[in-house]
């Protein structure tokens, strides 16, 4: 059975690279404002937000005796009228990506309690900026939430629901035009794995401080060069890696990532880079057909007669052939030369023990029409 790159092409699909839709960055636009005054004290009323998808205690003086609502007054200082005001204000951060800076009142088991006004908005513990749980990663989330009760946090609006009494809030979003800036397309960084997921990972991005500010995501298909089936057999939390920015959408505040493009793509090599030299007389082994002296590889012939049948493809021969010192695979491997088509002329390597032929296609296709024509042909050989 022929192998394309390493895989079985009889069930291999070539993945997209655009972003899986399950990935939980929030979107809206962002710019950093001088934060707005905060009420007096006197005039606060003691609130609770309780968001009923996330479980555990609340602490630091906040009170649980009801969940009948997401929002719930526990005084009477501030009437209508004023907690109808702070709504509007609420949503016209959310609505200009305005940030401000939020008391930390309390904690749960899924986030912080963060005073707005006479309001009291709920901050998930994965919109913390990532440089916390980092900094310390033998403490538990509810240990660092801990330390943050009292202290003050940058954060964003990002869902000011008035009606169901939901008012959430991000830090990480908030963070996000300030370190953004200093992130360009082609960046290499030194990054920690956050979390997997069944589409990738995600990756928590170390600037030169030495902290982590912002985080990015690695899609499955940009996880290595080889075939990934669970990105949870390459990757676990709190792993060390190297990745480079391949996409920055700001207007999304989303960063994609990639792992495998710091390395070589194997499917583009050439004979000279695949045959180890012998040490002996420092040259590879290699020998030219100077005529139809050389036999194709067991299962080859029929695909090269397949690859004449493919529109564009005009002639295929086998030009030379080599001998590797080590077996890479028994089985038929196809691989594309890193040299692009020249002249209507482009080089396809066939592999299999120790053996290497060097077949020259005179085609009028790219080299990604190649490899389209290659993944069809494969298809339909047995």
Excluded at 69 to 88: Q, V
Excluded at 198 to 221: P, Q
Aim: charged share 25%; aromatic share 6%.
């Amino acid at each position: 059975m022929a192998v394309f790159g390493g895989a079985n092409l009889g069930s291999v699909s070539f993945s997209s690279h655009l972003l899986n839709q399950h990935s939980c960055f929030l979107s809206c636009p962002l710019k950093l404002l001088p934060s707005s005054s905060s009420s007096s004290s006197s005039n606060r009323t003691s609130l609770l937000c309780v968001v009923k998808s996330f479980s555990g205690s609340v602490t630091a003086g906040t009170d649980t005796s009801s969940d009948q609502s997401l929002l719930r007054d526990t005084s009477t200082d501030a009437g209508p009228p004023r907690m109808s005001t702070d709504w509007k204000l609420a949503k016209a951060y959310c609505k200009s990506g305005d940030t401000f800076e939020g008391e930390v009142e309390g904690f749960n088991g899924g986030g912080l309690l963060i005073r707005f006004h006479s309001l009291v908005g709920f901050l998930p513990y994965p919109q913390l900026t990532p440089s916390r749980s980092c900094k310390e990663p033998q403490k538990s989330i509810h240990e660092i939430a801990k330390t943050l009760v009292g202290s003050t946090l940058p954060v964003k609006v990002v869902q000011a629901d008035e009606e169901n009494k939901k008012l959430i809030l991000s830090e990480k979003l908030a963070l996000w035009p300030k370190y953004s800036q200093n992130v360009n397309v082609g960046d290499v960084f030194t990054g920690r794995v956050g979390s997997v997921e069944d589409y990738g990972a995600f990756i928590h991005l170390r600037f030169d401080d030495g902290l982590y500010h912002l985080t990015g995501l690695v899609h499955v298909s940009e996880v290595s060069w080889d075939y990934v089936q669970d990105v949870r057999d390459v990757l676990r939390d709190g792993d060390e890696v190297r990745v480079i920015v391949t996409n920055i959408d700001k207007e999304k505040s989303r960063i994609t990532l990639s792992i495998k493009q710091l390395e070589d793509d194997p499917l583009l090599e050439t004979l000279d880079k695949v045959i180890l030299k012998d040490s002996s007389s420092g040259s590879p082994s290699l020998s030219s057909n100077n005529g139809d002296t050389i036999e194709p590889l067991p299962g080859l012939e029929t695909i090269l007669e397949e690859l004449l049948q493919e529109e564009g493809i005009e002639a295929v021969k086998i030009n030379r052939q080599g001998f590797e010192k080590r077996v890479v695979s028994q089985d038929l491997q196809l691989w594309l030369s890193n040299t692009p088509p020249s002249e209507g002329k482009f080089v396809l390597l066939a592999r299999a023990g120790r053996q290497v032929q060097e077949i020259h296609l005179t085609t009028s296709l790219d080299q990604q029409g190649i490899k389209k024509a290659l993944q069809r042909v494969l298809e339909r050989v047995p």
